[in-house]
């Protein structure tokens, strides 16, 4: 079992920044990849960014230039650096962990763009 916890939501002006976090723990040493998804009301839940074990990235082209993901290893935390946000990037979002046999959802975290 991996357990995810996401922190740094919050409300923000357009254009402005927010760093979510997400620590891992439980079964750590299965984790493959990890990364950050994101749903707003009356969406369906869409991929943000990926980073795998060794350190590749990918990113969904919305968020391409302003979005970063990054992982700590030591800390068994990843991270989603968000700058230039925009309201359509309000949603939850949601931390994801994914093993050989399972994926595994943090509860979510509020993201708010809005003036």
């Known amino acids: 079992q991996v357990q995810l916890v996401e922190s740094g939501g919050g409300l923000v002006q357009p254009g402005g920044s927010l760093r979510l976090s997400c620590a891992a723990s439980?079964?750590?040493?299965?984790?493959?990849?990890m990364g950050w998804y994101r749903q707003a009301p009356g969406s369906q839940r869409e991929l943000v960014a990926t980073?795998?074990?060794?350190?590749?990235?990918n990113y969904a082209d919305s968020v391409k230039g302003r979005f970063t993901i990054s992982r700590d290893n030591a800390k068994n935390t990843v991270y989603l650096q968000m700058n230039s946000l925009k309201p359509e990037d309000t949603a939850v979002y949601y931390c994801?962990?994914?093993?050989?046999?399972?994926?595994?959802w943090g509860q979510g975290t509020q993201v708010t763009v809005s003036s």
């Open positions: 980073i795998s074990r060794g350190g590749s990235t």
């Open positions: 439980g079964s750590i040493f299965r984790i493959n990849a």
């Open positions: 994801n962990a994914a093993t050989l046999a399972d994926v595994y």
